[in-house]
């Protein structure tokens, strides 16, 4: 009886240990997700900012329309978009804090959008005010997503 009771006591601590690995492999695989997704963000920001700098001075510089609309089309629009897939695929693996976090970059990303939108079909735009007012939405932009990298390292680490 007593070889017994050994025996399955065994055998319940070897199920427990297989199931605390079992959880922890979870864990360590959701960590990897995120991290992947949240680096996506990061790299998918910084070729968004290249090609957002890029139609702004096309903007400012007074080129052709034909060579604004270039610039915006091919380099621009598919930027934003590969930035709006990074952030939307972080925040379906993302914890709650996580979510939230990149939920406040929304707006400095959209008021950045509506900005270059903006510009790009006006007519007469003060390129000094337009850029001032552009790079300071910019760096509010990038100090966001700085925030919430350093939020979110604390997830995957």
Do not use: C, W
């Not at 910084?46 to 329309?65: D, P």
């Amino acid at each position: 009886m007593i070889g017994a009771l050994t025996g399955l006591t065994g055998s319940v601590l070897v199920l427990v240990q297989a199931r605390n690995s079992q959880k922890a492999i979870e864990e360590a695989r959701q960590s990897d997700v995120r991290r992947e997704a949240y680096a996506e963000v990061g790299t998918s920001f910084l070729s968004f900012k290249t090609e957002i700098l890029g139609v702004r001075n096309f903007i400012v510089q007074g080129t052709t329309a034909t060579e604004r609309q270039h610039q915006y089309n091919v380099k621009y629009i598919p930027s934003y978009a590969q930035l709006q897939q990074a952030d939307m695929t972080a925040r379906l693996v993302a914890t709650e804090s996580g979510k939230k976090a990149l939920a406040k970059a929304i707006p400095y990303r959209e008021k950045l959008k509506d900005m270059i939108a903006v510009a790009y079909r006006s007519e007469q735009l003060d390129g000094n005010k337009f850029t001032k007012e552009f790079d300071t939405a910019l760096m509010r932009y990038e100090q966001m997503i700085q925030t919430i990298m350093d939020q979110v390292d604390e997830e995957v680490l």
